[in-house]
């Protein structure tokens, strides 16, 4: 595998992953595109402006897609609405207490101790 990061195509779709993959996406689609329609009998600007869709229709099909990947970088906490200070609380033993009690603490609610 480090060979194959040592091709300079390779590396630079190693930097910038998502416009290699909207290249790799828009390529495909385009020979797709002209696979299918070639006896269509579509003029040149028809061809242009389909490409041109084409290519476009790929960019929003990665950007989308990243949408995903952004939402993967965020901390859990933030997904599932909890502040750092909050999850410290919940985390920390402090010896005092068990753990549901600093749960209870973090989190603003009672419960009612063991007998």
Do not use: Y
């Amino acid at each position: 595998m480090q060979s194959l990061e040592n091709i300079p195509p390779i590396k630079w779709a190693f930097t910038h992953p998502r416009i290699a993959a909207w290249v790799v996406l828009s390529v495909g689609m385009v020979v797709l595109l002209v696979i299918e329609a070639r006896d269509v009998g579509l003029t040149a600007f028809n061809w242009v402006s389909l490409i041109v869709m084409t290519v476009l229709v790929a960019g929003a099909c990665i950007w989308i897609v990243s949408w995903e990947d952004e939402d993967e970088s965020e901390p859990l906490n933030a997904k599932m609405g909890q502040s750092t200070t909050e999850t410290a609380a919940v985390t920390a033993d402090t010896g005092n207490g068990s753990s549901s009690e600093a749960k209870s603490e973090a989190t603003g609610t009672t419960e009612a101790p063991d007998k």
